[in-house]
């Protein structure tokens, strides 16, 4: 079970990625930009901690570049 959970939320991480990237990139709103980098972040936050508690250094690394990512982009375009 907890292993579908931390599938399910890698997952939902990656699509917000994605999304925000496509957002940023096309800028269709700013209002939207800011929902989505607010969902990849309390998702990412989420993937951290799975990926502490269970030891997955790979997932750890992935869930900080996502963070990170998001906070350059944020940076460069503000």
Not at 7 to 19: D, G, N, S, V
Request: hydrophobic share 60%.
């Amino acid at each position: 079970m907890k292993k579908n959970i931390f599938k399910t939320i890698r997952l939902a991480t990656f699509i917000a990625f994605i999304l925000y990237m496509l957002e940023t990139i096309f800028i269709a709103g700013m209002f939207t930009n800011f929902i989505l980098l607010v969902i990849l972040g309390v998702l990412s936050s989420i993937q951290l901690v799975f990926s502490i508690k269970e030891k997955k250094y790979n997932d750890i690394m992935l869930s900080m570049s996502y963070i990170l990512s998001a906070i350059t982009i944020v940076s460069i375009l503000y």
